[in-house]
């Protein structure tokens, strides 16, 4: 397909500048976590960034629960969706996931595959995102129709997407990494980059660390296939505990303002920059940013020789 | 500005079929095809002749297979990675324990196929005979179909789309000389989608025996599995019960317990009498589990003395005694 091609999802996309998809085939690694941070992290990148996060996890929508804005509305205007927003009406970090359209957070979404397809449809060409600098996608595990759909409709913009891989050290994590590299080449999507999750433990009491799911094997595939690895990041209680919206059990923390946003999302990038990831994420973002910068597509022909 | 509402009332979704295109009102509707979304799809012949819930050529080839399998039971959650396809594996272990048992565990986890690892046969091969596809065996009485037997590199991805996947699935349970079983322990991937609609269409007229849920503690997690209990009473599979994992670490150096993922919301045993499932325990996290899962070993005979495996023989009792099997 032509890059110039002129559907509704590359004209809603026209004015978004990267395209970042989240993935890593197996499950619970750390995908909604890091688009989360991910997304934190790009806004707080300068002071005028604007970042989308959109949730194409059908089944198990995580991102309204890790920003605070569960149990949002979305808004329909005459322009499409309109999308939450994490920081009212600074309006700098949007929000859409299927999470927001459902009525109970206990209602199970049980599509096939032509029904999410239309859903990713809906929501790559719908949504109101207005000019992005970044657009985080965060995907289900697997390499299936979610993904299929995504890269499908995101055909016309594909030269400004580009994929993070997420791993955990264990070699089952490693093994369904792989599959999901396969996936970006045979779909020919730059990989930016792999990041390994929760590497370690580094205890509360006396600061050892220690290895809870093993450790370096994220790194070593990445040297083995040409990828450049990212960071690794350690298992971090405080984070799960911020993400998880522990302290959301207050009343009405979560509950929208009428600017939009939650007063939980609002503090929330000021607590994470407290949690020992954040300096480790930063140095993640800027790797990315240069990798960004230096032109991922450039750089896959290098990747996909490997 | 209004606040979006879902649209039409969702069909029930067992009565979808894989290849209906996206706004199928479900074969047992009154518009069955009737409506303007049936135009095209292949089904429609049937659908519009009311004979609704054309029945699947396959259902009768399954329902023989599985005639000779007692008891099956799925493993399901809707999160990822809280360690499914590790408990289907100790479940298999600990049945087949016994050599008068026989057990088969069927992996329908299609991308991301973590079985073959874990029980140690991940370089196996399937081998097809008159009677069938055969199973791979880790020991005489315990056999293992899986997808990750039949490709040709542990690194390629199957990118498959739903129709698929089905497909496969109904082969797996047709196909697969399974030959009599006292238990068929079914790994699923994450989520509520096609792989868990076509076992459960595949295995209705058989009979699923109950399912046992997968959680960590933590409220991401849990949130997940609140809609798949919610999908299990939708499809009318009886859950057995919920089994929180990875709940507190214990460090290997001073025993010391701390909690990695907390259980903010109160945890799996809060979900449980919330939803009114039974409560089957907690295996705390343990890195020698993904060492073990990660080497192909069973951490069960491994280190039969640890919390963690006491755990496990405690739960695996409790489904039994759920199934009438104790
Ligand atoms: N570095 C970390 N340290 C500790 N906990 C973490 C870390 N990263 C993620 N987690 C926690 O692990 C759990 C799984 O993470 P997350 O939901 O992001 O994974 P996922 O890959 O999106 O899962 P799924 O496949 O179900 O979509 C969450 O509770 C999250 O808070
Ligand atoms: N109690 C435990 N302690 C430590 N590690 C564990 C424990 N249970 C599971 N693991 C490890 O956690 C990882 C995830 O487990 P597993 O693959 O069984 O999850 P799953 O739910 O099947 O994942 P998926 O959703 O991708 O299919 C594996 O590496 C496994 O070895
Ligand atoms: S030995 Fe150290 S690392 Fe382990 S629990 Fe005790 S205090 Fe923490
Ligand atoms: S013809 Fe039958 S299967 Fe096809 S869309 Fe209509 S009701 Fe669904
Ligand atoms: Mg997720
Ligand atoms: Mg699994």
Redesign the pocket.
Known sequence: MSAAEDTPVARRLRSVKQIIIVCSGKGGVGKSSVSTQLALSLRASSPTARVGILDVDLTGPSIPRMLGLDGHPVHQSSDGWVPVYADGSEARLACMSVGFLLKKKEDSVVWRGPKKNAMIRQFLSDVRWGELDYLVIDTPPGTSDEHLSLVEHMAPVHDRLSAVIVTTPQAVALLDAMKCLSFTRATSIPVLGLIENMSGYV????G?V?NVFSTGGGAEMARSEGLTFLGSLPVDTELVTLLDAAEAERPGEAAALPEGGSRRSFDLLERYEKTPTAPLFKSIVDRILERLSSGPHGQTQLNQAA | MIALQQATPAPDPLSVPANAPEHCPGTESELAGKADACAGCANQEICASGQARGPDPALPLVRERMSSVKRKILVLSGKGGVGKSTFTAQLGWAFAADEQVQTGIMDVDICGPSIPTILGIASEQVHASSSGWSPVYVQDNLGVMSVGFMLPSSKDAIMWRGPKKNGLISQFLKDVDWGDLDYLIVDTPPGTSDEHLSIVQYLKESGIDGAVVITTPQEVALQDVRREIDFCRKVGIRVLGLVENMSGFV?P??K?E?QIFKPSTGGGRRLAEDMNIEFLGAVPLDPRIGKSADYGVSFLDEYPDSPASIAYLDIIDKIKKQLGDA
């Open positions: 205890c509360p009491c006396c050892e220690s | 460090c150096n001073c010391n701390s």
